[in-house]
């Protein structure tokens, strides 16, 4: 099967660093977002002009048509995908009793939904060529759970339920489903936080420092590389040792 990664949400933070990564290790890369159509396409023409092979697609991942075309459009334009890293998501504080159904609903459609779908889209395709690998991008609050952030939390937790059980159930196919649960990562979702909070983060993580998206792409990538042919259903944590 050929290396091409449908990667979303990537037209900035850790989405846009994965797909980078992917591209400079010969994936041909869907660069998926939602609404910064400049970005994505600044992106994809840094790496089309270091001659990586690379599109763009636009698409909320919370629903499920606009997910569907997405799939078919990179099938048309690259080839099919063998790569889905479904990292498209949401964040945000509040207390529990002052969640709304809405917001409720919201997290779980962007965060968990939208991995349904563009997972059950790109199946047919890998379920045909018996070969195949998703990674999904969890939390390491949906391992441990964070106060004011419950919502967000059980969407990430719902992932790497998601993950161990698509995991096991796709195995005999020879589809590998993964989980990295990323710590405090430098990103525009960090914008959410009381800026304050940071310095704070950041010596409460034993490496002493936040995290960079290309920590992350890192571990996306050898997940997705035959170095981890034998890896399935595993969360791979990525903190710096917060949660130890
Ligand atoms: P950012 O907020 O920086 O970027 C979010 C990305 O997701 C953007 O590309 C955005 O597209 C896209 N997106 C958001 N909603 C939708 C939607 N409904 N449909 C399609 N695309 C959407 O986030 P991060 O890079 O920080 O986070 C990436 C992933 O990593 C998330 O799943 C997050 O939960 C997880 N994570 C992040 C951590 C962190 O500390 N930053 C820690 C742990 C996990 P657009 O630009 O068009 O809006």
Not at 28 to 36: D, F, L, S, T
Not at 63 to 85: A, F, I, Y
Request: charged share 20%; net charge negative.
């Amino acid at each position: 099967m050929e290396k091409i990664a449908l990667v979303t949400g990537a037209s900035r933070g850790i989405g846009r660093a994965i797909a980078t990564e992917l591209a400079h290790r010969g994936w041909a890369v869907c660069i998926g977002y939602r609404v910064r159509q400049d970005k994505a396409e600044k992106l994809a023409a840094e790496l089309a002009g270091e001659g990586c092979r690379v599109m763009t697609c636009q698409a909320d991942v919370s629903r499920r048509e606009e997910v569907e075309r997405m799939v078919r459009r990179v099938e048309q334009t690259l080839g099919p995908v063998s790569l889905l890293v479904n990292n498209a998501g949401i964040a945000g504080q509040c207390l529990f009793q002052d969640l709304t159904d809405e917001r409720w609903h919201e997290f779980f459609s962007v965060n968990v939904d939208g991995a349904f779908y563009a997972s059950r889209a790109v199946l047919p395709h890998m379920l045909h060529e018996h070969e195949g690998c998703i990674v999904n991008i969890s939390s390491i609050w949906g391992q441990r759970g964070a106060s004011c952030e419950v919502a967000y939390s059980a969407t990430k937790a719902a992932l790497i339920g998601l993950t161990r059980s698509l995991a096991a159930e796709l195995a005999p196919s020879h589809i590998r489903v993964n989980c990295v649960a990323p710590g405090v990562i430098r990103t525009d979702m960090l914008n959410e936080l009381p800026q304050s909070l940071l310095p704070q983060l950041a010596e409460q993580t034993p490496m002493g420092r936040l995290g960079t998206p290309e920590d992350i792409a890192a571990a996306v990538a050898f997940l997705a590389s035959s170095e981890a042919d034998f890896i399935t259903g595993q969360v791979l944590t990525c903190d710096g040792g917060f949660i130890l």
